[in-house]
């Protein structure tokens, strides 16, 4: 796909439809695979926005309290979370709040299309903290329903961790953060999810 996308450039499209842009590899855990098989990375989501913009609903699928605390891009049409933090149950697993799924995540997202005056038919680009552990899921959720081109974001918003050196187990490797994209500590209210 990175060759067709090379040739379009070439031959000198100006606008490429978000089903030519698909260049991230598929993910090779099966979890952070999707039923479209439509990956790209952070890079190539910025892209899509840029040139496919009112035919591309970009959503950040993070808990809301997550991101005021790690970020957030204006990019971003709008913040549909696909889970949040429980703060009335621990994970038994793990020193952390329990997470659940949004109950209306699929509606939630239908109803931003329409609001754009979009359609099913429109690509979707779905993007959570580190690129598939939240992303593929809430895709996977669309699949069924109507929607025809769901996109994963693979390195998500603050990338993956190193596997070694002083800064070990940090997010500083690929993501929309680490790769020179825009965002900010401060949060656009028009576009954060709020609990109903």
């Not at 949004?102 to 931003?112: I, L, T």
């Not at 552990?133 to 994963?152: C, D, E, F, H, S």
Request: net charge positive.
């Amino acid at each position: 796909m990175k060759k067709i996308f090379t040739a379009a450039l070439a031959v000198g499209f100006s606008v490429l439809t978000a089903a030519t842009l698909s260049a991230a590899p598929e993910p090779k855990n099966p979890k952070q695979q999707t039923q479209w098989h439509l990956y790209v990375n952070s890079i190539e989501a910025n892209n899509m926005e840029k040139t496919n913009g009112d035919k591309v609903l970009f959503v950040d699928v993070r808990d809301p309290v997550e991101i005021m605390f790690t970020g957030f891009t204006d990019v971003v049409d709008i913040n549909i979370p696909f889970k949040m933090a429980d703060r009335k149950a621990w994970n038994p697993k793990k020193p952390v709040y329990n997470m659940v799924e949004n109950p209306r995540f699929e509606q939630d997202v239908e109803a931003a299309l329409t609001q754009r005056g979009m359609s099913k038919d429109d690509a979707i680009v779905i993007m959570c903290r580190s690129g598939g552990t939240r992303g593929a899921p809430a895709a996977n959720t669309l699949w069924g329903k109507g929607y025809k081109k769901v996109y994963v974001v693979t390195d998500g918003f603050e990338g993956g961790t190193l596997k070694k050196g002083e800064h070990k187990n940090w997010r500083l490797k690929n993501g929309w953060k680490n790769s020179g994209l825009p965002w900010s500590y401060k949060l656009n209210q028009s576009k954060m999810y709020m609990v109903r």
